[in-house]
C-alpha cells in the first residue's frame, strides 16, 4: 500500500494561482499512474487530471484543459499540481491518488481505479 499526502492547498482570489504537492511512500512510486481528483460539497469526487509512468503523458478534465498542468518527480516521489487562472467553480477539496494496478493506465480518469489515498487539501478560490 502507498501512502499519500498532499499539501499546498488555500484561499487564493479568482485567477490565482496554487501548486498542490503530493509525496508518496511505500511501493514503488514510479510504476503507478498518478491522478488528481476534486470533490466540492454536496458533489461527487471527479477526475482532474492523470500523469503516465514517466511523466510523458497526460491527461485533464475539459474544465481544466489549459490552467492546470500536471507533472511528477520521481526521484522524490511526488506528483504535482499547478494551478493557475483559478475560478471560483475550481473550489474543492484536492485529492491525489495511486491507480490501484501497476503499469496500468486503464480508467485513468475514473476514481474506482485507483486505489490509494491522500487525505485531500482544501482549495478556496473567491470571487
Known amino acids: 500500500q502507498v501512502q499519500l499526502v498532499e499539501s499546498g492547498g488555500g484561499l487564493v482570489q479568482a485567477g490565482g494561482s496554487l501548486r498542490l504537492s503530493c509525496r508518496a511512500s511505500g511501493r514503488t512510486f514510479s510504476a503507478y499512474v498518478m491522478g488528481w481528483f476534486r470533490q466540492a460539497p454536496g458533489k461527487e469526487r471527479v477526475f482532474v487530471a492523470a500523469i503516465t509512468l514517466n511523466g510523458r503523458n497526460t491527461y485533464y478534465a475539459d474544465s481544466v484543459k489549459g490552467r492546470f498542468t500536471i507533472s511528477r518527480d520521481n526521484a522524490k516521489n511526488t506528483v504535482y499540481l499547478q494551478m493557475n487562472s483559478l475560478k471560483p467553480e475550481d473550489t474543492a477539496v484536492y485529492y491525489c491518488?495511486?491507480?490501484?494496478?501497476?503499469?496500468?493506465?486503464?480508467?485513468?480518469?475514473?476514481?474506482?481505479?485507483?486505489?490509494?489515498w491522500g487525505q485531500g487539501t482544501q482549495v478556496t478560490v473567491s470571487s
Open positions: 491518488a495511486a491507480h490501484r494496478t501497476p503499469y496500468d493506465i486503464r480508467g485513468y480518469d475514473d476514481a474506482r481505479n485507483f486505489g490509494s
